[in-house]
């Protein structure tokens, strides 16, 4: 399983429905970091299957990246609950995108 690409709406409906932590990708096609953390992004997505690992398009949703603060990308941001749990920006280690969702 790799990291699955939602629009809005489905991004919302993981969201409200989903028990496990939500680790989403906040990313644009032509960003070159965003393209280098994709296959780490798969990697987890296939090793934690208590994860949900999604990705949303920041030139396709907009308002969803405005609405969590999202300035620079890739920006990572997990969610447990429903709500922000933590979040990190940049091309990171694996090590890194695996403590915000621990």
């Known amino acids: 399983?790799?990291?699955?690409?939602?629009?809005?709406?489905?991004?919302?409906?993981?969201?409200?429905?989903?028990?496990?932590t939500?680790?989403?990708?906040f990313y644009a096609s032509w960003c070159t970091p965003c393209k280098i953390i994709a296959p780490v992004l798969d990697q987890i997505a296939e090793e934690r299957q208590d994860i949900v690992v999604c990705k949303i398009s920041v030139e396709e949703h907009?308002?969803?990246a405005s609405q969590y603060g999202v300035r620079s990308i890739p920006t990572l941001v997990s969610f447990k609950g429903g709500d922000v749990y933590k979040r990190i920006t940049g091309s990171v280690p694996k090590a890194s995108i695996l403590e915000i969702v621990d």
Do not use: G
């Open 1 to 20: 399983m790799s990291a699955k690409l939602v629009t809005k709406e489905q991004f919302q409906d993981i969201l409200a429905n989903e028990n496990r």
């Open 22 to 25: 939500v680790l989403v990708d």
């Open 62 to 64: 907009p308002d969803v």
